[in-house]
């Protein structure tokens, strides 16, 4: 049965940080390395996503062409990867030829079959200035169901509305400030809707026509709620052209000039990057896309589950040939001490600068995985901090795995020259019960996508190898007698556990594993040995073999947190300082003087009579419940009082910039007057008013706390 994952295409727009990487590529690394350990036939592709506006427009604004800004970044990213252990198969690239032919036949095949297409001539956003037909992501205006002045083209970030560009009232293109005007053009789309049912179907049942193709109940709740919230409201038709001299050419005559949009392409890389793996490896790519026994998981973050789980399988099975995806485990977002990654104001850290900054830190690619492993966002959003990555590193790697080796390598070689003891002891022991148990329940763990419950699995046998040597205690028995058979027991079992946690570390922290199989003078990890070692342990028979000889294990992991040497610690500090200063930036950038002299501010609206303003009823408020909105990750529900013994409801876009349990008794200034509606099922009866900065930060517009509620701002 093979095994195709697949990792969301990175942008080559840019370098990654953290929390890209706990979000698509370290689970999806964990659970390549481990099926491979299991003797399966797996295939990891990914590859750089290289079309797209926003490459054109930074090539514009930096007068340089959009090849030199994907060949930067491309090999930025691919090097960053693999100095940190990413083990894929194959990463491509959409700007080669193959990926143009791949996507491009796969258009192809659609227009023939008819019915899948929409074509339409519409008015669409031009930016004269720039010469360029705006992406709805690069048009800002006023959201005409909520009022928010700040929302997008494609979606209001307060009420989290879907949009079009031609709803926003008083639209500006973010690139130049100026109203745009609108231009006539012809696109292709998709017909969304028109597999809806399918898609329903697939979701909740996981079948199709009738016969069951994936298990839901092994999918994350948070996965099948996003994908229902958007099917519930109902599909519409999404192009998949633009009017762009960036990206694949449409194959259609009367396309002349415009390219596949970069949401339709994007994904249909995985083809592309499989083709081009099995032609330089001599295999069939049929074999794994159009193969109905094929496992296909796509690894992604929660902002990509709409492509992944709702339009891309809708595009599948409108081509028909392709097989669909069994999970698609998305993790939440990770910030980066308590906020979301900024590199405007230097907040967070970019993989590469960590693989430059930590390449004197011992077994510092497997610190940060192992940092990020243990605090990986699988059910909610998560927060790095060098606090924690210290924590996890002295804790579980120094003081458990570490210190576990050095004691086990030490005393080996003290009592028996460095061979493993013969035992009369070992099948259906307890230490051979405690490794099949510990490999089974992280097998377990990692098949159902739960990889921060595996790696405590792995602690927690670290932890029963250091009790079991303490309480067993071999150097007490040799004082008494050194010949004493009980000193060979443990030491074998010892050695055992050893084997079993060099093993099964492969997953997690590669390179520490192969250092400790280097300890032990076993050969690198292959494919299969983890299968084997659970065949061997069900079987009784041992890890690593009477008169096998060992090597000494030394300080695997000094401490960052060191009472005589504090090198490391200075290694972290560096970080702490630069957080300081990013601090400081911050601060000063929200006082009034440097708001004054920013110069991205949004441009003024066009002007209003005292009339129109007058119409508005601004009162104070304060907010008594907040809670989130079950299906949505970025609407709250909360009550006010109005004053005068009036509550509202009021739904809010603010889930991602604030805590409900920290708004209750917050002052608040709401528009008592806008029309309700509903949205997300839950009805709005008044808009809280925000400000927001360059970088997306929210704050409330508060009155006084002890101000009074139901009085009129004006």
């Given at each position: 049965m093979p095994h195709l994952l697949t990792s969301a295409l990175p942008y080559a727009n840019g370098p990654l940080h953290l929390g890209h990487l706990a979000g698509a590529y370290l689970p999806a690394d964990i659970y390549a390395r481990y099926l491979r350990l299991m003797g399966k036939d797996v295939l990891w592709v990914c590859g750089s996503d290289e079309h797209g506006a926003a490459i054109t427009l930074r090539a514009k604004k930096e007068g340089i062409t959009p090849r030199d800004i994907i060949d930067k970044y491309h090999t930025l990213n691919k090097d960053s990867f693999a100095a940190l252990g990413i083990s894929f198969d194959y990463y491509h690239r959409t700007s080669t030829p193959l990926h143009h032919e791949t996507s491009q036949e796969f258009f192809r095949t659609l227009d023939r079959k008819?019915?899948?297409?929409?074509?339409?001539?519409?008015?669409?956003?031009?930016?004269?200035?720039?010469?360029?037909?705006?992406?709805?992501?690069?048009?800002?205006?006023?959201?005409?169901?909520?009022?928010?002045?700040?929302?997008?083209?494609?979606?209001?970030?307060?009420?989290?509305?879907?949009?079009?560009?031609?709803?926003?009232?008083?639209?500006?293109?973010?690139?130049?400030?100026?109203?745009?005007?609108?231009?006539?053009?012809?696109?292709?789309?998709?017909?969304?809707?028109?597999?809806?049912?399918?898609?329903?179907?697939?979701?909740?049942?996981?079948?199709?026509?009738?016969?069951?193709?994936?298990?839901?109940?092994?999918?994350?709740?948070?996965?099948?709620?996003?994908?229902?919230?958007?099917?519930?409201?109902?599909?519409?038709?999404?192009?998949?052209?633009?009017?762009?001299?960036?990206?694949?050419?449409?194959?259609?005559?009367?396309?002349?000039?415009?390219?596949?949009?970069?949401?339709?392409?994007?994904?249909?890389?995985?083809?592309?990057?499989?083709?081009?793996?099995?032609?330089?490896?001599?295999?069939?790519?049929?074999?794994?896309?159009?193969?109905?026994?094929?496992?296909?998981?796509?690894?992604?973050?929660?902002?990509?589950?709409?492509?992944?789980?709702?339009?891309?399988?809708?595009?599948?099975?409108?081509?028909?040939?392709?097989?669909?995806?069994?999970?698609v485990p998305a993790n939440q977002f990770l910030n980066f001490e308590g906020d979301k990654f900024s590199k405007s104001r230097g907040w967070g850290i970019e993989l590469h600068e960590y693989v430059e900054e930590f390449k004197d830190f011992p077994n510092g690619e497997d610190a940060l995985r192992w940092a990020l492993i243990r605090n990986l966002p699988e059910q909610q959003d998560a927060d790095f901090t060098w606090d924690g990555f210290t924590e996890y590193y002295d804790k579980d790697l120094a003081d458990k795995l570490g210190n576990f080796l050095n004691r086990v390598t030490v005393l080996t070689h003290k009592f028996f020259g460095g061979k493993v003891p013969a035992t009369a002891i070992w099948a259906e022991s307890q230490v051979q019960v405690q490794l099949a148990e510990s490999l089974g329940q992280m097998a377990t763990h990692i098949e159902a996508f739960r990889f921060k419950d595996a790696a405590t699995t792995f602690v927690e046998l670290a932890t029963f190898g250091n009790t079991y040597l303490q309480e067993a205690a071999p150097w007490s028995l040799a004082k008494t007698d050194p010949d004493d058979p009980r000193i060979a027991t443990v030491m074998f079992d010892c050695l055992q556990i050893a084997a079993a946690l060099a093993l099964t570390a492969h997953p997690f922290v590669p390179l520490v594993s192969a250092k400790v199989r280097t300890v032990l003078k076993q050969e690198i990890v292959e494919n299969g040995d983890w299968a084997l070692a659970r065949d061997q342990l069900a079987a009784g028979r041992a890890l690593i073999e009477t008169g096998h000889v060992i090597g000494k294990a030394g300080v695997l992991f000094p401490k960052i947190v060191d009472r005589k040497d504090d090198s490391l610690q200075q290694i972290i500090q560096r970080q702490r300082d630069k957080l300081t200063a990013a601090l400081a930036t911050r601060d000063a950038a929200a006082t009034?003087?440097?708001?004054?002299?920013?110069?991205?501010?949004?441009?003024?609206?066009?002007?209003?009579?005292?009339?129109?303003?007058?119409?508005?009823?601004?009162?104070?408020?304060?907010?008594?419940?907040?809670?989130?909105?079950?299906?949505?990750?970025?609407?709250?529900?909360?009550?006010?009082?109005?004053?005068?013994?009036?509550?509202r409801s009021v739904v809010s876009g603010i889930a991602k910039h604030f805590d409900p349990a920290d708004l209750p008794g917050r002052a608040v200034v709401v528009v008592s007057n806008l029309a309700p509606r509903k949205m997300a099922g839950v009805p709005s009866e008044a808009m809280i008013l925000m400000a927001e900065d360059g970088e997306g930060n929210l704050q409330f517009v508060s009155p006084p706390s002890d101000f009074g509620n139901g009085w009129t701002v004006r």
């Open positions: 008819g019915g899948e297409f929409i074509i339409r001539n519409t008015e669409q956003f031009y930016d004269p200035e720039f010469k360029q037909f705006l992406a709805d992501r690069y048009i800002k205006g006023t959201c005409p169901r909520c009022g928010f002045p700040d929302a997008y083209g494609d979606q209001c970030e307060n009420c989290g509305s879907d949009l079009s560009p031609n709803e926003l009232i008083n639209p500006v293109s973010t690139l130049s400030g100026a109203r745009p005007e609108l231009r006539e053009t012809k696109h292709w789309y998709f017909d969304l809707a028109k597999h809806e049912d399918f898609l329903r179907t697939w979701i909740q049942e996981g079948t199709v026509d009738g016969k069951q193709v994936h298990d839901p109940s092994r999918w994350k709740k948070h996965v099948i709620g996003q994908c229902m919230s958007w099917l519930n409201e109902g599909l519409q038709p999404r192009a998949i052209t633009r009017d762009l001299d960036w990206g694949i050419s449409v194959p259609h005559p009367e396309a002349e000039g415009k390219v596949l949009y970069v949401w339709f392409d994007a994904p249909i890389g995985y083809i592309s990057s499989t083709r081009q793996w099995c032609l330089e490896h001599g295999r069939d790519w049929k074999d794994y896309w159009q193969n109905p026994e094929t496992e296909l998981v796509h690894f992604i973050g929660k902002d990509n589950i709409v492509f992944h789980c709702l339009i891309f399988p809708a595009m599948l099975r409108a081509h028909g040939d392709y097989v669909l995806p069994k999970n009034p003087e440097s708001k004054e002299i920013t110069a991205d501010l949004p441009p003024t609206k066009p002007e209003i009579t005292f009339d129109d303003f007058s119409k508005l009823d601004l009162r104070t408020a304060t907010i008594l419940t907040a809670e989130a909105i079950k299906k949505s990750n970025k609407l709250l529900h909360l009550t006010i009082d109005l004053g005068g013994g009036e509550t």
